[in-house]
Nanobody, 113 residues
Framework: GQLVESGGGLVQPGGSLRLSCAASGSIFRLYAVGWYRQAPENQRELVASITRGGSTNYPDFVKGRFTISRDNAKNTVYLQMNSLKPEDTAVYYC????????WGQGTQVTVSS
């Protein structure tokens, strides 16, 4: 099923945003999902993942600041981002794990004063 990201925007350093990843299709609950980001001139990188059972994993650069969660009844995965930094500025994407093509359009997050 298709995944559609939303919830991005402009926020000041130290602020928070919650991103949503809405999935179509009834098999959503059967697979792991990751949130990724890509800043200009950078490669896409994983920022959070959640298994179908709800286990989560984060790289060190977001650990303690970002929280991924899922609501299988709503076919939605969330990314709560707190204590945002300017270096978190990027387009954020969600995708199944293993990834499938095509990727969605993503949602822009800009952290700036």
């Amino acid at each position: 099923g298709q995944l559609v990201e939303s919830g991005g925007g402009l926020v000041q350093p130290g602020g928070s945003l919650r991103l949503s990843c809405a999935a179509s299709g009834s098999i959503f609950r059967l697979y792991a999902v990751g949130w990724y980001r890509q800043a200009p001139e950078n490669q896409r990188e994983l920022v959070a993942s959640i298994t179908r059972g709800g286990s989560t994993n984060y790289p060190d650069f977001v650990k303690g600041r970002f929280t991924i969660s899922r609501d299988n009844a709503k076919n939605t995965v969330y990314l709560q981002m707190n204590s945002l930094k300017p270096e978190d500025t990027a387009v954020y994407y969600c995708n199944r794990i293993p990834n499938v093509e095509p990727w969605g359009q993503g949602t822009q997050v800009t952290v700036s004063s």
